[in-house]
């Protein structure tokens, strides 16, 4: 093959194609080349004399001396940035040590300008920080924890004992179980007596009523039923069952010496006995803090009750221990230890506590 069919295969022509492309457009004759020649000759002296001008030569470097004021004027403009720089900074740092109002998002920016220059700062206000502040700053002392806990002591400790004693409707039909005690080796059967709750200082008169107001005050390590004698404690219990109609026990048994029960919707308390007796105070606002740590704290106060016709005067003296609940963060009564003195002074000692490691 040869090279004119190369270039032919290369294009994909065949030779009649190519044949006949040539005879309708025949190459030029040689004084027509010569003649094209001559003028592309003739356009590039054309061209050569037009840049001829322009063209020119520059050969060695020239040294060039800056004046010395100049020099001296940038590091002082320089200087100028830094400080500016500089200053800004230390006035934002000023102004972000003092207090700030709230805002709603967790980040805000601040932009100072100084001179040409602007700088950003960026503070975000950590959520846990801002929590942990929040609950330190909230925290109690021990004297403001003593006067919030117990001022309205006498308010709210006399519904939860194995009695409540508080206002019931003893007007209104009551509730009758037996309950078999288990004290000392001993089985004795007794009777529980409910009647319906209405003391006023109770405003939600139901379980979760109840709750809220023993939860407010006491820790979760607090027995109202503490006593030496551990068969005892077994006995009682504050929040008993809810009950209808329908379901109330068949043999007319509880389990438990509730303190409260639920029947048909409505709160029922334990009274073994017709009356109401209250009357306890202060004696003064005097209170007395003592075996102060971080968790915890003692705390003494005495009080008084003036007597009725059934119930002789007495007075003595309460001493609480506080501990600090972390579940709560806040502080909580843990123990209770009531000493009681009569008019023919004699003494007697309630205890209500749990053991404290």
């Known amino acids: 093959m040869n090279k004119k069919?190369?270039?032919?295969?290369e294009f994909d022509i065949d030779l009649e194609t190519a044949n006949r492309i040539a005879k309708e457009y025949p190459s030029l004759s040689d004084s027509a080349r010569e003649r094209m020649f001559n003028m592309?000759?003739?356009?590039?002296?054309?061209?050569?004399?037009?840049?001829?001008?322009?063209?020119?030569?520059?050969?060695?470097?020239?040294?060039?001396?800056?004046?010395?004021?100049?020099?001296?004027?940038?590091?002082?403009?320089?200087?100028?940035?830094i400080a500016g720089g500089i200053g800004g900074g230390g006035y934002l740092l000023r102004n972000m040590k003092k207090p700030v109002p709230a805002v709603s998002s967790s980040s805000e920016t601040e932009v100072t300008t100084t001179s040409s220059v602007t700088t950003n700062v960026t503070t975000t206000t950590a959520v846990a920080e801002t929590t942990t502040a929040t609950t330190e700053s909230k925290r109690l002392t021990p004297e403001e924890a003593a006067h919030k806990l117990t001022d309205s002591y006498w308010d709210y400790e006399c519904f939860f004992d194995s009695v409540a004693h508080t206002k019931a409707d003893y007007d209104a039909?009551?509730?009758?179980?037996?309950?078999?005690?288990?004290?000392?080796?001993?089985?004795?059967?007794?009777?529980?007596?409910?009647?319906?709750?209405?003391?006023?200082?109770?405003?939600?008169?139901?379980?979760?009523?109840?709750?809220?107001?023993?939860?407010?005050?006491?820790?979760?390590?607090?027995?109202?039923?503490?006593?030496?004698?551990?068969?005892?404690?077994?006995?009682?219990?504050?929040?008993?069952?809810?009950?209808?109609a329908d379901t109330l026990p068949a043999n007319g048994k509880l389990d438990r010496a509730y303190t409260y029960i639920m029947y048909e919707g409505e709160l029922y308390q334990y009274c073994p006995g017709k009356g109401y007796f209250g009357g306890y105070y202060w004696t003064d606002e005097q209170i007395d803090i003592s075996d102060v740590t971080e968790g915890s704290f003692t705390l003494n106060r005495k009080f008084k009750n003036d007597g009725n016709e059934v119930y002789e005067p007495s007075k003595g003296e309460v001493t609480f221990r506080i501990a600090f609940d972390e579940?709560?963060?806040?502080?909580r009564i843990e123990q209770k230890d009531v000493e009681y003195?009569?008019?023919?002074?004699?003494?007697?000692?309630?205890?209500?506590?749990?053991?404290i490691e």
């Open 341 to 355: 003195e009569y008019q023919d002074n004699s003494t007697t000692t309630e205890t209500n506590s749990t053991s």
């Open 40 to 81: 592309t000759k003739e356009k590039m002296n054309i061209s050569n004399y037009t840049d001829e001008g322009n063209n020119n030569s520059v050969y060695g470097v020239e040294r060039y001396n800056r004046p010395r004021w100049i020099k001296f004027a940038s590091m002082a403009a320089t200087f100028a940035i």
């Open 327 to 331: 579940d709560a963060q806040d502080w």
């Open 5 to 9: 069919d190369e270039m032919f295969n």
């Open 173 to 244: 039909e009551s509730l009758k179980f037996n309950y078999t005690m288990q004290y000392a080796g001993y089985t004795p059967d007794i009777e529980l007596i409910y009647y319906k709750t209405i003391d006023e200082r109770l405003t939600e008169k139901t379980m979760d009523g109840l709750k809220k107001i023993y939860n407010t005050y006491f820790s979760k390590n607090y027995d109202p039923f503490y006593s030496v004698n551990a068969e005892y404690t077994n006995n009682n219990e504050l929040f008993g069952p809810s009950f209808t």
